[in-house]
């Protein structure tokens, strides 16, 4: 029965190994279709709907060109294939049919063979392969997805070759067009619409030009016509008049004849009247109609000339016009390349200026640099001496706790230290004053230079005004003088009685008089007293005198009233000149007491200033006291420091470094005047740049309105352009990290997928060790019930024939579910590695397997051991496959985790490119409001500059009129002296002028440097976006580290389950033989547990159970040790210790060392 049974079996297990040996040279090509098709299927459906999303986004607007469709394999296409493997193996029926006929025909031997009692054994029911529900979700989503997969294919390759289409279409507009790609549709338009219009106007003046040359051939031909036709009547009536003359002298025949040619009518019509008048022909009649004709021909002759007279009129004047319009198209063309040779010159001459500005800007920017290198070198050197400081002040500290615990063994010497370091501190506050007092000396020191300077200024005009009022109160002795001159000769010559009818005229000095009375009295001056009492001595004898009107003398007579007018007038022009002297007089006097204020200001200004040197004597002399004390202390200091001969070399290398820290400072300090006069040469390059600006836009008049934009665009994408090229590396190493995080999303998932794959192997590996272990269970009892129950043998025979068969269709789907397993580890590894070389190592592994198995059937001697090692082999698997899926937890909350925190580096990815966008909108911002400031600017520049210019011209004007009144008025000194007043006030205007002309300069010089502190502003805003850029990469690259790490402990955890799967192999090989052997392992299994059972109670050991179990398995001990040696898991270890017990025959002391070492490891 069991060697039937055997045989049937090893029948099977060789078909079924020549099945595989078939089946092995197909599998590769499946294997690699099976790959790709698991990869689409284990994908999630968001991401194949995100696929399709690409592809109807890539028929609108492709970005970048895909993989080629072609290069697709032919196994990929889904609606292709039509023989597709069936998922779910049958088994046939021919491999079925032989245990039963074997057991049919061998009834009869098991029942004389099989001896022992019997008992009803519960039949368990077959147990169909179950599918997990997340299989069954895919393979929907498959079946949905199988239909629509011919149009996606057909859709992408549609759009891929759009995509190609595109690629030369761009390619051909980068190299014929100024466009770079489809994108910008708005370019596109605006060159075919330029296109459009350079057509249009090209053939708009085709037209005009092909219908003025139409029109003047016409008129052309018209006059040639008319010329040809005026010059054929000429020649006729030529040829008349002789004719007529003729015929007049000759007969009537020969005057027929002579008329006949002059026009086919009026032949006709003679040849009538003469047919007519042949009959009754006489000279009288002929005479008065030949004179009427002669009159109609002289008629037609005057007619005709007139004609030819107009015609030729008409002929100069079209030949005029011809000419006039081919001079016209001369000089518009001359103008055209005139107006074409001035452009290109502009254009070129722009260009240049362009060129020499932006090198001048470069060679700035380049300065610049250099001062900003030069000043984060003086930073670095400013740190380090910082660092040097500190580390003097740890030095310090440290000597001072020295000096501490040396007072205090000396308690008299603390208080001393304590004052010398109080005095240190002092002096140290004392040299940062100085410092700060040195500072305000030199600021007070400067402010007196300008002081100066401007007292020296105010000193000189002081002296002009003085020189001025000198000698205008010497024009005012002498005019003084001169009016007494005249009094006196008035009075001289004057009688009493003539002054009555000067008494009128006489009121108005009077009047005169008074009124410098007033000025002299507000002005308060006492020399004008005499004047005016001269003035009034004379006019007071007209006045007592009223009284005799009437009463004059004959010496009245003498002086002629023309002479009295005369000085009248001169004694008025004298009394306004000397009114619009004392005016200037009280404005150079009030000049003078603003002058004074200032000057009271001054000096009040210059006592702060001595009060200040005053302060700075009293803080030098503290100084000094400080020093003295400071030198006391020193010589206490140096006492104390014979006893310590270290702290002295300590203190003496302080020292040494403070004096570098000190030159140190010293090059800062030169290092920053370097900078001013750096920052000084700037704005003198600035404002020459500026200047040569505004030149340009003097020079460029009459080309600014078309080159302005292009200018201003220009520098605007020269300032845009760095920053640009830095967004842009930016964006692309942003874009970089997304794909990698997108990759290794897919990756993770991909991972997901597998582990989903790996538990359903699980829980397959455990329902097959559920179902051996069931087996092996049914199996023991069948031989403890055959022992005990021999009359019940056919019945357990038909009972164990049924469970043969279900193990052998449980055997077969354990195959079909092994050789699935295989298959899709090959896929996974083709994934992973992405190497067909494994597949032939497993192959080969595959032929090692079979020998083995080959080399296990022949031996069969140890199968209660093999037994035993198995169930605990099982247990351990067991054990194993509980940590591997508690490792696969594990993994997975990682994973998820991983997840996690890659969503959140997203939305912090997300976060800062919105934060990045936000803050190049703000950079543009800035730009665009430093822009427009800097044009405020320079429309404040040019405002100024216009104003410069228009009190210069003023100046020039006042000049002008200024040496034209001196001209005019050379023999006039006082109209000289009031254009000087005049000169005087105008100068004072335009230096007040000049001042706020300064003043705007100096207020737009201040808003250029907060301009460039704005630009440095955002220069510092776009480092801090930088270096928030470089932590988002330092974190993505921790992310990408741990992602290593757990990449590494993945690939640790495969590695487990590799060897869990060889071990897997092994045990479902020793399973084979197992059961392949099954009958008489358990018959002799059945014996030999009875036999030991007896042997235990009763006898003994007999001798053949001990050469039995002389004869020990080699291969299986082999196969134990190297799995004892490979596992590094103490209880997989400790598990193993009984299997080689069972083979080496260990004592219980012998098991207890094994596990000793091998828990001591």
Do not use: C
Request: glycine content about 2%; overall charge negative; charged content about 40%.
């Amino acid at each position: 029965m069991f060697q039937r049974l055997r045989g049937a079996i090893d029948a099977r297990i060789a078909e079924e190994q020549a099945r595989q040996k078939a089946t092995t040279p197909t599998t590769p090509a499946r294997s690699s279709s099976t790959t790709r098709r698991s990869n689409s299927r284990n994908l999630s459906p968001s991401k194949r709907t995100a696929r399709s999303k690409d592809a109807d986004s890539s028929k609108t607007a492709p970005a970048g060109k895909g993989p080629d469709p072609s290069e697709f394999d032919p196994e990929f296409v889904i609606g292709e294939e039509e023989d597709q493997p069936s998922r779910a193996g049958t088994p046939r029926p021919k491999e079925k049919a032989q245990p039963t006929e074997a057991s049919a025909e061998n009834g009869d031997g098991k029942k004389e063979e099989t001896e022992g009692p019997t008992a009803e054994v519960e039949e368990k029911p077959e147990q169909p392969p179950e599918i997990p529900p997340e299989a069954k979700l895919r393979l929907r989503r498959l079946d949905k997805l199988e239909p629509k997969y011919t149009e996606l294919l057909r859709s992408y390759r549609i759009a891929h070759a759009r995509v190609g289409a595109i690629e030369a279409f761009e390619s051909s507009l980068r190299e014929y067009t100024p466009l770079t790609s489809i994108s910008d549709t708005g370019a596109f338009v605006e060159y075919l619409g330029q296109l459009n219009v350079k057509s249009d106007m090209l053939m708009e003046e085709l037209k005009r030009v092909s219908k003025e040359r139409d029109e003047l051939n016409k008129k052309l031909e018209d006059a040639e016509k008319r010329a040809k036709e005026a010059t054929d009547e000429v020649e006729t009536l030529k040829s008349q008049a002789p004719a007529t003359n003729e015929a007049a002298q000759d007969d009537s025949t020969t005057q027929t004849e002579s008329v006949a040619p002059s026009s086919p009518s009026k032949a006709s019509k003679q040849t009538e009247t003469t047919e007519e008048t042949e009959d009754f022909f006489s000279y009288d009649s002929e005479l008065p109609r030949l004179q009427s004709q002669l009159q109609e021909s002289e008629e037609k002759i005057g007619k005709l000339e007139e004609e030819n007279k107009s015609l030729k009129n008409e002929l100069s004047t079209a030949q005029e016009s011809a000419q006039s319009f081919m001079q016209n198209l001369e000089t518009t063309t001359n103008d055209l390349n005139t107006f074409k040779d001035t452009h290109q010159r502009l254009s070129k001459d722009a260009d240049d200026r362009e060129k020499e500005l932006n090198n001048t800007i470069a060679d700035l920017k380049s300065k610049v640099d250099s001062a900003e290198g030069e000043l984060q070198k003086h930073k670095d050197t400013h740190d380090q001496s910082e660092k040097t400081i500190a580390e003097l002040k740890a030095k310090l500290d440290s000597t001072a706790k020295e000096l501490e615990d040396l007072h205090a063994d000396k308690g008299e010497k603390i208080v001393e230290n304590d004052q010398v370091q109080e005095l240190q501190r002092r002096i140290e506050e004392l040299q940062g004053e100085l410092s700060q007092l040195r500072e305000t000396h030199a600021k007070a020191e400067k402010r007196n230079d300008t002081m100066d300077g401007l007292l020296s200024k105010v000193r000189e005009q002081l002296k002009t005004t003085e020189t001025k009022r000198d000698s205008a109160l010497a024009d005012l002795e002498q005019a003084k003088k001169d009016l007494q001159k005249a009094n006196d000769e008035k009075k001289t010559t004057k009688p009493e009685p003539v002054q009555l009818p000067q008494a009128t005229p006489a009121q108005a000095p009077q009047s005169a008089a008074a009124k410098k009375r007033a000025r002299n009295k507000k002005n308060k001056k006492g020399g004008n007293g005499p004047a005016a009492s001269g003035a009034l001595t004379p006019e007071a004898t007209p006045s007592e005198a009223g009284d005799t009107e009437g009463l004059l003398s004959p010496r009245d007579a003498e002086f002629t009233p023309s002479q009295l007018e005369d000085a009248l007038k001169n004694v008025a022009q004298l009394k306004s000149d000397l009114e619009e002297k004392a005016a200037a007089i009280d404005e150079l006097q009030t000049e003078v007491a603003e002058k004074a204020s200032s000057i009271d200001l001054l000096k009040k200004k210059a006592k702060d200033q001595e009060d200040m040197q005053e302060e700075i004597d009293t803080l030098r002399q503290d100084l000094l006291d400080y020093g003295l004390e400071h030198t006391e202390a020193k010589d206490k200091v140096k006492r104390l420091q014979a006893e310590k001969a270290a702290l002295q070399e300590n203190l003496s290398k302080l020292e040494a470094e403070i004096a570098e820290l000190k030159t140190s400072k010293a090059s800062q300090e030169s290092s920053q005047q370097e900078r001013e006069a750096l920052t000084a040469e700037f704005t003198e390059l600035k404002s020459k740049a500026e200047t040569l600006k505004i030149d340009l836009s003097v020079a460029e008049k009459l080309a600014a309105s078309r080159f302005k934009d292009l200018t201003d665009m220009r520098e605007v994408l020269q300032k845009a352009q760095p920053e640009l090229t830095s967004l842009r590396k930016e964006v692309a190493e942003l874009r970089t990290t997304k794909d990698e995080l997108t990759s290794k999303t897919t990756e993770v998932r991909r991972l997901e997928n597998r582990e989903k794959d790996l538990r359903s192997e699980i829980t397959e590996y455990r329902s097959q060790l559920s179902t051996k272990e069931s087996d092996i269970k049914t199996l023991n009892d069948k031989i403890k019930q055959e022992t005990s129950q021999r009359l019940a043998l056919e019945e357990t025979n038909r009972k164990i024939q049924r469970d043969l068969q279900n193990s052998e269709t449980e055997r077969e789907d354990v195959i079909e579910a092994r050789n699935k397993v295989a298959t899709e580890l090959m896929k996974a590894k083709v994934d992973l590695k992405a190497s067909r070389g494994k597949v032939q190592d497993l192959e080969e592994e595959v032929a090692k397997l079979t020998r083995e198995v080959g080399s296990l059937r022949e031996e069969i001697q140890m199968k209660s051991a093999q037994s035993a090692s198995a169930q605990d082999f099982v247990s351990s698997m067991q054990d194993q496959v509980q940590e591997m899926s508690t490792q696969m937890k594990e993994v997975r909350s990682r994973s998820e985790s991983l997840e996690e925190e890659l969503a959140d580096a997203h939305r912090l990815l997300s976060e800062r490119g919105r934060e990045a966008e936000t803050m190049r909108r703000l950079l543009n911002d800035a730009q665009g409001r430093a822009e427009t400031r800097v044009r405020e600017m320079q429309e404040r520049l040019d405002l100024a500059v216009e104003e410069r210019e228009r009190a210069e011209e003023q100046a020039s004007t006042f000049s002008r009129r200024r040496a034209r009144e001196l001209e005019e008025l050379k023999q006039k000194v006082r109209d000289a002296e009031r254009a000087q007043a005049r000169a005087v006030e105008d100068k004072e205007d335009l230096v007040i002028s000049e001042r706020e002309l300064r003043k705007q300069t100096e207020d737009l010089e201040r808003r250029a440097a907060q301009a460039s502190e704005e630009a440095s502003e955002v220069r510092l805003a776009m480092s801090q976006l930088r270096d928030a850029l470089d932590e988002s990469e330092k974190q993505a690259h921790e992310l990408e580290k741990e992602k290593s790490d757990l990449r590494r402990a993945f690939d640790e955890t495969q590695g487990r389950m590799e060897k869990l799967q060889k071990s897997s192999k092994t045990m479902s090989d020793e399973l084979r033989t197992l059961k392949t052997r099954g009958p008489e392992s358990v018959a002799q299994s059945s014996r030999s547990s009875i036999e030991s059972s007896r042997s235990r109670i009763a006898s003994p050991i007999p001798k053949g159970g001990g050469a039995v179990a002389e004869a020990i398995d080699y291969v299986y001990l082999k196969n134990v040790l190297l799995q004892f040696l490979e596992q590094r898991d103490k209880k997989y270890q400790q598990q193993l210790i009984p299997v080689l017990g069972m083979l080496l025959h260990f004592d219980k002391k012998d098991e207890q060392k094994w596990m000793a070492a091998v828990s001591a490891k």
